[in-house]
């Protein structure tokens, strides 16, 4: 089985509802909801439609899910994210990795918004720590200050 480094996707496949099955380079495969931001997000509008959205296909060697007729393209760390928030059992992994996807923040710039090193950050994400609560609330500071900006 191939390490994983950064997200890279093995395969994709359109499933009802606006869900991907999605396999990693890793064996890891996670069903994604995107309905919600289907509906929400004005770059995906075009794929409200059942048919549009199952016109899916891998692109970049894996490094991304794009729709070629609509010039729609997600990045296959987005979909991890969304993967792994949608998929985890623990609240606070959820949390955190839902703030990333929702922001567009890498790990680096994540950790430079919370004031920990990336290290920290991607040990929170894969659950092998679990996020403690001053992180929660640190998060829930940052948006409200970035709002306000």
């Not at 609509?70 to 955190?96: E, F, K, M």
Request: charged letters at 20%.
């Amino acid at each position: 089985m191939a390490s994983m480094k950064r997200p890279q996707l093995r395969s994709v496949k359109a499933l009802s509802g606006h869900r991907l099955e999605l396999t990693f380079i890793d064996g890891n495969r996670y069903r994604v909801d995107l309905s919600a931001d289907v509906q929400r997000l004005p770059g995906l509008r075009a794929l409200r439609s059942a048919s549009a959205f199952a016109a899916c296909a891998l692109a970049d060697a894996g490094w991304s899910v794009e729709w070629p007729a609509h010039d729609v393209q997600i990045g296959a760390d987005t979909l991890w994210l969304d993967a792994v928030a949608q998929c985890s059992r623990d609240p606070g992994q959820r949390a955190l990795l839902q703030w990333r996807a929702r922001h567009g923040l890498s790990l680096a710039a994540a950790s430079q918004a919370l004031g920990l090193t990336p290290r920290t950050i991607s040990a929170y994400g894969t659950g092998s720590r679990s996020v403690p609560k001053t992180v929660l609330l640190a998060i829930k500071g940052w948006e409200i200050e970035t709002r306000a900006a």
